[in-house]
């Protein structure tokens, strides 16, 4: 009996002791509200052309401007609103103003009409806004010319 007492004991100490795993769940919640976010790039430079009769990125030695929209969900469009008139002209000319814009990215788009809108996808679009200023009647004077075009995202 007594050497039943000492196998019992030594198989105790050698059998393995098993323990239950346990198991907690974490759950994660979330959400995304949908937004529309500018960030304006680079300005964009107006040239005359030869007859200066036409102020416009769109001309030999201009540039246009640039931004990017991060459009998060799908109801989002663009369009860029050109302005009525100069912030700063060295003589006060009823120019005719017109806007227009090209898209690349998400949304991608060519020579768009900036009172146009178009529809942008969930993401990141870069666009390139142009803006022309016409004289009515002979050439722009020599000074500095400033304007200024609102994109939108709405």
Request: hydrophobic residues 40%.
């Amino acid at each position: 009996m007594k050497n039943l007492f000492k196998v019992t004991a030594v198989l105790a100490v050698l059998t393995p002791v098993h323990a239950n795993a346990v198991t907690g769940n974490i759950p994660f919640n979330g959400s995304v509200s949908a937004s529309c976010a500018i960030t304006v790039g680079s300005s964009g430079t107006i040239t005359p052309n030869a007859t200066y009769s036409e102020l416009s990125s769109a001309n030999a030695g201009g540039a246009p401007g640039t931004a990017s929209i991060l459009a998060i969900g799908t109801s989002w469009n663009v369009s860029a609103d050109a302005p009525s008139s100069f912030s700063t002209e060295p003589v006060t000319t009823a120019s005719t103003f017109s806007a227009s814009y090209d898209l690349s990215g998400v949304t991608t788009a060519a020579s768009v009409p900036g009172s146009t809108t178009t529809s942008l996808g969930n993401g990141t679009t870069n666009v390139s806004v142009n803006l022309t200023a016409a004289h009515p009647s002979g050439s722009y004077q020599a000074g500095t010319y400033a304007a200024t075009v609102v994109l939108r995202c709405e």
